[in-house]
């Protein structure tokens, strides 16, 4: 099986950072997450890329570039509505989610950036707050693009880890 699995990874090893690139960005795309499952999908690969031998610096790459512009589109989305969020789902539905945003987002300040990264259900919501509350630009991106290579690392190290565990 281990063999299979070695020959089918190096042999569709194109596709792999365009793929998790991809699913990191659905996944840190306001609110898209909340439907889209990708960090299993992106662990497995991590976990296969490892198992095969191949380099897991282009997905380490892949997934920060991909986590990063996710962000920031859900900022810019975040900016150009403002004040008319709550016109819009899931705001209607749920009304709590943005005085709770606020008060997280108030209380941490650039640093919810980095912190949402790594709580599935924040990863959806901040970004698009951030740019709601008008945070700086500057501010935004700087710990938008300093905290994708951290989530990426995590990201390829627990998949790889998994694989050295148990493999």
Not at 63 to 85: C, F, M, Q
Not at 118 to 125: D, G, I, N, Q, V
Request: net charge positive; glycine share 8%.
């Amino acid at each position: 099986m281990r063999e299979f699995v070695t020959d089918f990874v190096h042999a569709h090893a194109v596709w792999v950072v365009p793929i998790v690139l991809t699913l990191s960005f659905l996944k840190s795309l306001a609110f898209v997450s909340l439907v889209v499952p990708a960090t299993l999908e992106v662990l497995i690969i991590a976990a296969l890329l490892d198992m095969s031998g191949e380099s897991l610096w282009p997905v380490w790459a892949g997934i920060t570039v991909g986590a990063g512009l996710g962000d920031w589109v859900s900022y810019a989305i975040g900016w150009r509505l403002k004040g008319r969020v709550n016109n819009y789902w899931p705001f209607t539905r749920y009304p709590a989610l943005m005085p709770r945003g606020e008060r997280f987002f108030r209380r941490w300040g650039a640093m919810s950036i980095v912190l949402c990264r790594f709580f599935s259900p924040l990863r959806a919501t901040v970004p698009i707050l951030c740019g709601i509350f008008e945070m700086s630009p500057l501010v935004f991106q700087i710990a938008n693009w300093a905290s994708a290579p951290l989530y990426a690392g995590l990201v390829v190290g627990i998949g790889a880890g998994v694989i050295r565990l148990f493999g």
